[in-house]
């Protein structure tokens, strides 16, 4: 995986420190057995009480300097793998962040956070259980097939057919492994992807007592993610019980024949102990190897889902030099013959052969009914997605040259679902300006005419939002939306039926109060009620995807037929409203 190159250079060092200090673990492991032959077949055969001292203090030793490298080793890989861990979880949220909308939609958002807690911890285990055990559990297994082999060259012709076998069980397991732990994770995606619904719609499910239901959808998903995670651990389970029993049979093997050779006087005691012993290392450090490639397995699958993210080319390129306009064209915006999708080219066009501009300092209203591409529109101008044929452009320029960043920095965007975030009203409002004054900030709510409800809080500005802190009424929400938008001081302004939660005449004086502040500026304001656009500089019709009328309102009023009907069918009451306003 070509992303993790970056933490092979950054942690390589400390890895194989780790490696060091595990090795010597593992010499110490290695040499007890062969000692521990030499005690029985000389010092006890022998009746030599010296020896066997001497010996036993030799092994005292080695255990000594093993333990030394353990606890050191155990440091070091705690260390690293939680660093490379952090990192990889950091970077991963920066690259999720740098995602177009069109990727964040490929991946869908639930598994976006899977992969970004539950892969990566598979991972970071992985790399942990590296450090500890899956280095040392190859060197065991060979330094004891070694060891072995120099100690009986004869009976190691066992350890000859019992090593292959157990090898292929290992690779067997691994085929049998990944595409179902793939599945696995899938199925946790899933189980993410209802809980964040009911989450995000606690109270929806509530008002309409779907509980139930919602339950069931739950219980669905985490049956799912056990019905699958039964089917890995099944399908593996056969593996290490078979790996036990051939080595198993192969100890059996040794102690047979062993005992053949003892008889005949070839071979001593000891040796067939140390060479039990070793047989036993090598069957613990193949189960070792085997779980450690199930983790592998299971980290594989993850590390792939991660690589697919990392992978993700941003599709928006742009020029660098992409200077900003001349003063005249500054808040233009030109769409030409402009088509789009969701899916992309080729898929089912929200928008058709759309053609119109909005001049420096224009408002101009949009106006359709639901589902006719009114936000879909917009959305183009910030470059949240690129029009699959046809050009648009903002201050004289084709957005396909322009850096997204760059180009955000000088619009602001109300969107037509609130967003609001935990903390303090002033916080939520400066993420329209970092460095907003006070003043500044009184400004911006005030023609939102969302400085009386502020002061009228407890802390007013600073009163905190979201989770713990208070909750605002939706109307009171949009405005707060608004000010954000506004102290941004944007060449353009886009309002996506932003005045929806609020009354009328709140409504006029926002827009009264917008027009005092904004002058200059160009503002495309999409509205469900034809009042809020009337008065606009130009009306723009949208039916179904296309563009089916343009103009002010007398002019629309005349000549476009779904202009008409709009009218008609609101004018009853809003007419009254109007007047009232
Ligand atoms: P209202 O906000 O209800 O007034 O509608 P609108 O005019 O803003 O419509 P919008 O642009 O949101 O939707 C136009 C079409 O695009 C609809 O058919 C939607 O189903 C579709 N659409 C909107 N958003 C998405 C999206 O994120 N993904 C996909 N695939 N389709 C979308
Ligand atoms: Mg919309």
Redesign the pocket.
């Known amino acids: 995986m070509g992303y993790l190159a970056k933490y092979r250079r950054k942690y390589g060092k400390s890895f194989m420190a780790a490696i060091f200090f595990l090795t010597i673990e593992a010499l110490g492991d290695l040499l007890q057995p062969t000692i521990m032959a030499k005690i029985i077949d000389v010092g006890v055969s022998g009746r030599d009480m010296g020896y066997v001292l001497r010996m036993g203090g030799l092994m005292l030793l080695i255990t000594l300097i093993g333990a030394v490298g353990a606890s050191a080793r155990n440091i070091i890989s705690s260390r690293v793998s939680q660093k490379f861990g952090t990192e990889l979880r950091s970077d991963l949220f920066r690259k999720i962040q740098s995602l177009s909308f069109r990727s964040i ?1 490929k991946f869908e958002r639930a598994s976006l956070v899977t992969r970004l807690t539950n892969d990566v911890t598979q991972v970071q285990n992985f790399v942990n259980g590296l450090m500890r055990i899956f280095v040392k559990a190859p060197l065991l297994c060979i330094g004891s097939l070694i060891m072995a082999a120099r100690l009986e060259p004869e009976l190691s012709l066992i350890l000859a057919v019992v090593v292959p076998l157990v090898g292929l069980l290992i690779f067997m397991n691994m085929r049998v492994g990944f595409p179902r732990f793939l599945k696995v994770q899938k199925a946790l995606d899933q189980v993410n992807r209802v809980m964040r619904e009911y989450l995000s719609g606690v109270r929806v499910v509530k008002a309409f007592n779907r509980f139930n239901y919602e339950t069931e959808k739950f219980q669905e998903a985490n049956a799912e993610y056990q019905t699958r995670s039964v089917a890995v651990m099944r399908a593996m389970s056969i593996f290490n019980p078979a790996i036990m029993l051939t080595v198993n049979l192969g100890i059996l093997a040794v102690i047979w024949l062993g005992g053949i050779r003892v008889d005949q006087g070839q071979m001593q005691v000891g040796s067939i102990i140390a060479f039990i012993n070793y047989m036993t290392q090598i069957l613990f450090s193949l189960m070792t190897i085997s779980m450690v490639f199930n983790m592998f397995v299971r980290a594989r699958a993850s590390t792939a889902r991660i690589g697919d993210v990392f992978a993700e080319e941003n599709p928006m390129t742009w020029k660098e030099e992409a200077a900003f306009a001349s003063a005249e064209a500054k808040g233009r915006i030109d769409f030409e013959n402009v088509t789009f999708s ?2 992309g080219e080729g898929g089912e066009p ?1 928008l058709k052969g759309i053609t119109f501009s909005c001049l420096p300092g224009e408002t101009v209203g949009l106006i ?1 009914s ?8 917009v959305n183009l101008i910030p470059r949240f997605y690129d029009a699959d044929s046809g050009t648009v452009r903002v201050n004289g320029r084709d957005l396909r040259e322009m850096d997204p960043h760059q180009l955000r920095e000088s619009m602001a965007v109300v969107p ?1 679902k609130t967003v609001l975030f935990t903390g303090s009203i002033a916080a939520n409002l400066k993420w329209g300006k970092e460095d907003a004054t006070r003043e500044q900030l009184e400004r911006a709510a005030q023609a939102a005419e969302a400085a009386e409800f502020i002061e009228k809080l407890p802390e007013g500005y600073e009163t905190k939002l979201g989770q713990k802190g208070v909750n605002l009424s939706g109307g009171q929400k949009q405005r707060l939306s608004i000010a954000r938008a506004l102290l941004r001081e944007p060449d353009i302004l886009i309002l996506d ?1 932003c005045t929806s939660a609020v009354d009328v005449e709140t409504e006029a004086r926002i827009k009264a109060s917008l027009k005092a502040y904004s002058r200059g500026l160009t503002c495309l304001l999409i509205a ?1 009620r034809i009042t809020s656009v009337m008065d606009a500089d130009k009306i723009v019709v ?1 039916d179904n995807g296309e563009l089916v009328g343009i103009g002010t309102h007398d002019e629309l009023i005349k000549e476009c037929r779904v202009y008409q009907e709009i009218y008609r069918s609101q004018i009853g009451k809003e007419l009254h409203a109007d007047v009232n306003a």
Request: no cysteine.
């Open positions: 939609d969701y899916e929200v359709g639901t589902g006719s591409g009114k936000s879909s529109l037509q039926d469900q949208l």
